[in-house]
Structure formats: structure tokens, C-alpha cells
């Protein structure tokens, strides 16, 4: 067996060409890395303030809060029914919520986009626990006053603290709070009152969506069961994890499908850069390899050296790449999300698995391109060796 010292002093004595293909299989790292990171941070945003022990209440055959509408009068029949937690004073922890979105305009440019608005009842805070106000204070039920998310506040004109902007037309509301959730898709929302949200948008009488506060996580089926089979109320009912994992398959599968593209790309150059490396590597080495296989190493000696080369070169830009990714993490990247049209905010977050599958990665690509110049190193005529080095 050849020395690894031997690989590695060759890719040290050719540093011009052994960084080139390091960087170039680090750029494609780089990118897998990054896109399954986003995908990663999309799924876990719009799952952050799930829990397994509340349960969502849809109009039958609507798979969005906004493309669903209960009426008003029902929502108290949905909270009477069996396994609703409640308060110390005996109410349902449940919370009528409205959905609807608006366009705004983008600070540091000069186009708009729509923003997710949140009609929410005076009780939201007692079924959404996790939120807690960070700015301000919340505001004051029945007035035209809203809180905003921390992840969106700044990124349109007039969600800012203390700012103002137009709900709707000759609709101005101001903002009075900036509220944390935990890192969640509902920081890129805007949440106003129910009452204000559903006269300025002629909605009066409908709301998008129950939120039920569950008295345990086994209760769910019960309570779905009892909804589900009420004809009067034509409604369907989610454990909130579960809607959330739907409200993010279509966003994070377009971010990982189209980084995993170009990356596919990036990766065909690399390959192609590597075998160019390795064949000009060879070239200038031909007294080397007929030096060895004179001094006894066999061809599959050598095929195996050079692939290890290749391998460890693939390692070293991989490595590279993978580090370079991580800083990703102290970005925010807002798109849009597929399920409610409107803008939301992501943040990249890595994890062992998505390190190590992207260095893996790498590793196959510098062994599919160091596998033919390997090969020919290993069938390389020796007396033609000698002569041409």
C-alpha cells in the first residue's frame, strides 16, 4: 500500500490546482448545505408554537385558515364539546382567530408584498402561551391598535414601534407592541383585533379558524370525533402539529428541490474540474507512477492512492464548504409562503445530519471524478511511463 504522506505532499507541492477543485467542491457544499438548512429552518419556523395538545378547527374541506370561514354563532358549539381545557374561571381556552393579508410596501426597495394579518380575540394570549410581548404593550381590545412579530417588524413600512399604516383604505392602525413566539411563523404576522379586523374587511360574523386549548394530548380524538360528526358545524379539526407539518411541506419542498438543483449543477463543474486536475496531475507524473509500480506496488495499488487523493481533497473542500455554511445561520431570509401568500421569515439552521450528508456529498463527487484518472493511472504502460516523464 502507498503512504498517505505520498497523497498528501502531491496535493500540497500542486497548490494552484488543488485549490481550485477545493473551492469548487466547497461552493457546492456550500450550497447543498445551505438549502437544506433553509428547508430545515422552514419547517421548524412553521412548527415552532405547535403543540401536540391543541387542536386546529377548519371548515370541512379547507386545508388553510385562509381559505376557511366558520360562522360565528359556531363557535361556541365547537368549544362545548368534551376534552376543551379551561381557565380558573371556568371558560374554554380557545381562541377565534381571523385570517387575512394585505399588501404593503418593502423597506430598502421599491416593491410591495403581502403581509399576514391575524384578527385575534383579548383571550389569545391564554391559548397561545409561548407568545410574550418584548416591546411596547399589548394592545388594547377594540381599538385600532395592533402588535407585530419580531421577525417581520422593520421589513414593511409602518411595522415598526409606534409606527402607523393602513389596515385597510382609511383604516389606520398603530403599532403599540412587538411580540416574541419563540422563533415561529407567527412573528411574520401582524395581529390585530378580531372585531376591528373583521369590520374593516367586511367579514362580521366569520372567523377563520378555532384554536382549542385540549385538556390532554389523548383528548384530541374525542373531541375531533364530536365536531367531525355535528352536521351543523361542517367543520374538520387537526392536532396543530400536524397543520403545521402541512402548511410547510409545499414552501420547504420548492427551497430544497431548487437548492438541491443547483446544486446538482455546481456538482457536475466540480466533477468535471476534479477528473481535469487529477488527468493533469497524472500527466506530470508519469516517472512517478512508473517509479512505483517498478518498485513492486501493484495497479491496484495505485488506483486505490489516487482515489484517496481525490477522496481526501473532496474531504478538505467539503470541510470548507460546510463551515462556510454555517454562518448562514445569522441570516434571516424572507420568500413566500405557499400556503397563505404572504411573506415569512426564515431563519437557516443546521444540524449534524445536514453537515454530514453534505461532506458525504463531496466525497462522491471527488471520487466520481478522480475514479478515470485513477483507473488510467492504474493501467499506465510502464516503459511508456518512463518515456514520457
Do not use: C, H
Not at 96 to 102: H, K, N, T
Not at 345 to 354: A, G, L
Amino acid at each position: 500500500m502507498i503512504p498517505i504522506k505520498y497523497n498528501i505532499r502531491n496535493l500540497v507541492v500542486r497548490k494552484t490546482t488543488t485549490l481550485a477543485s477545493g473551492l469548487g467542491l466547497a461552493l457546492v457544499v456550500f450550497v447543498l448545505a445551505s438549502a437544506l438548512m433553509l428547508s430545515n429552518g422552514i419547517e421548524r419556523t412553521l412548527g415552532r408554537a405547535a403543540a401536540e395538545d391543541v387542536a386546529v378547527v377548519l371548515r370541512k374541506g379547507s386545508d388553510t385558515e385562509l381559505s376557511s370561514g366558520i360562522g360565528s354563532s359556531q363557535v361556541g358549539m365547537i368549544v362545548a364539546n368534551p376534552g376543551v381545557a379551561k381557565d380558573d374561571d371556568g371558560q374554554p381556552l380557545a381562541s377565534s382567530e381571523l385570517i387575512v393579508v394585505i399588501l404593503l410596501d418593502k423597506m430598502g426597495t421599491n416593491g410591495v408584498s403581502n403581509v399576514q394579518v391575524r384578527g385575534v380575540g383579548d383571550n389569545v394570549l391564554r391559548v397561545r402561551k409561548g407568545v410574550r410581548i418584548v416591546e411596547g404593550r399589548p394592545a388594547r381590545p377594540g381599538t385600532d391598535e395592533v402588535i407585530v412579530g419580531k421577525a417581520i417588524r422593520g421589513r414593511f413600512k409602518g411595522l415598526e414601534l409606534n409606527q402607523t399604516f393602513e389596515l385597510r383604505k382609511n383604516r389606520p392602525v398603530t403599532v403599540v407592541g412587538i411580540f416574541d413566539d419563540g422563533g415561529s411563523s407567527s412573528e411574520s404576522e401582524v395581529w390585530a383585533d378580531l372585531k376591528v379586523a373583521a369590520s374593516a374587511f367586511g367579514r362580521e360574523g366569520f372567523v377563520s379558524s378555532v384554536r382549542i386549548k385540549l385538556e390532554g394530548e389523548s383528548k384530541l380524538d374525542a373531541f375531533k370525533a364530536a365536531v367531525e360528526t355535528n352536521p351543523q358545524l361542517e367543520a374538520v379539526v387537526m392536532r396543530e402539529t400536524e397543520y403545521a407539518a402541512k402548511q410547510s411541506e409545499m414552501t420547504s419542498l420548492f427551497i430544497k428541490v431548487m437548492g438541491i438543483g443547483i446544486a446538482v449543477l455546481f456538482s457536475i463543474g466540480a466533477m468535471i474540474g476534479a477528473m481535469i486536475t487529477m488527468n493533469a496531475s497524472i500527466a506530470n507524473r508519469q516517472r512517478e507512477i512508473a517509479t512505483l509500480r517498478a518498485l513492486g506496488f501493484q495497479r491496484s495499488s495505485i488506483l486505490l492512492s489516487f482515489l484517496l487523493e481525490s477522496a481526501t481533497l473532496a474531504v478538505a473542500g467539503g470541510l470548507v464548504g460546510a463551515a462556510a455554511s454555517l454562518a448562514m445561520r445569522f441570516v434571516r431570509f424572507s420568500t413566500l409562503n405557499f400556503a397563505t401568500w404572504s411573506e415569512i421569515v426564515f431563519t437557516f439552521e443546521p444540524t449534524p445530519s445536514i453537515m454530514i450528508t453534505s461532506i458525504s456529498a463531496a466525497v462522491f463527487m471527488g471520487l466520481v471524478g478522480g475514479f478515470y484518472p485513477a483507473v488510467r493511472a492504474a493501467q499506465m504502460n510502464l516503459v511508456q511511463a518512463i518515456r514520457g516523464g
